[in-house]
């Protein structure tokens, strides 16, 4: 049996009777979501087979399984990147133990810089579409067959229905909801001015080191995915310094704003679905 399909017994059975449904990964200094889980079960990543344990401040580390508006979604306190140095195939494996415990919808955070000066830092941006810059993938090497196919269709990456709902939760919560392109750089240093400039002309609005693995490994396996980025500076060259510090102090300051839109959106996908 594979790792994920051993994780994803082990995540159905401590949810008992309700598999997840959904799944949330909460980006940098965004953690603080899962304090509005209900009944909430956390299981630590190092107690989960094959979950490797995360190295970034910020990122705390857990599963937390719950419920919110009567679903049962399952919430990764903390993600992994590829600039840790796991292998870059490993960074589909939560992803395929939650499709496997049952989730077929992948709700992602993260934090990014913006390049696109209507988005200011402090406001939350859905992603549209995403620039994948480091020329990899967590399906290079041997396909898995029984997850999906090896060449994926990533016309719709972040699927339409789900940006419809993003952008009707943020208008019944009153949020402002930006809406734009997120282009994934490798990281970890942050990028200089010029690169930041010449990803405007490709067409990106906001910059970040995580969520474009995921939604390709999310995608490969027939999940749906939304994605939402909290704009926490600048990027290179628009602004005067980048530092971690600013990415988690402005992600904790924006972190109530996306706890009410994911919240919402739940909300809503709840009625629909009881339609
Ligand atoms: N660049 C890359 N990643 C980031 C940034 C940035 O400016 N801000 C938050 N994450």
Redo the contacts with the bound molecule.
């Keep these: 049996m594979k790792s994920y399909e051993k994780a994803g017994i082990q995540i159905r059975e401590a949810c008992g009777s309700r598999p997840p449904e959904a799944c949330i990964i909460l980006g ?1 200094g965004l953690s603080s979501f899962a304090d509005s889980i209900e009944n909430a079960q956390q299981i630590p990543y190092a107690k989960i087979e094959g979950f490797e344990a995360v190295g970034v401040e910020g990122h705390s580390g857990q599963l937390v399984l719950g419920d919110l508006h009567g679903r049962s979604i399952a919430c990764l306190q903390g993600r992994w990147h590829a600039y840790e140095g796991h292998n870059i195939s490993d960074l589909a494996n939560p992803i395929r133990s939650l499709r496997s415990a049952g989730c077929d919808l992948l709700l992602s955070t993260c ?3 913006s390049l696109n000066e209507s988005i200011p830092p402090g406001n939350l941006m859905m992603l549209t579409d995403h620039i994948n810059w480091t020329g990899l993938s967590p399906l290079i090497g041997v396909n898995d067959d029984q997850m999906g196919p090896r060449f994926t269709d990533m016309s719709q990456a972040y699927d339409i229905d789900l940006q419809g709902h993003l952008r009707a939760a943020a208008a019944e919560t009153g949020l402002k909801l930006h809406e734009g392109v997120y282009l994934w ?1 490798l ?1 970890p240093s ?2 200089t001015p010029a690169e930041i400039r010449a990803f405007k002309i490709l067409g990106a609005d906001a ?3 995580s969520t474009v693995p995921e939604t390709i490994a999310a995608r490969h396996c027939g999940m749906k995915v939304a994605a939402v980025a909290a704009i ?2 600048y ?2 060259g628009l602004q005067a310094n ?1 530092s971690h510090e600013q ?1 988690l102090t402005v992600g904790n300051e924006t972190a109530p704003q996306l706890a009410k839109l994911i919240s919402g959106f739940f909300k809503r996908w709840g009625r629909l679905s009881s339609e």
Aim: hydrophobic share 45%; glycine share 18%.
């Design positions: 940098s934090a990014a810089g750089c990281g942050f990028e910059v970040g080191m926490t500076n990027a290179a980048l990415t």
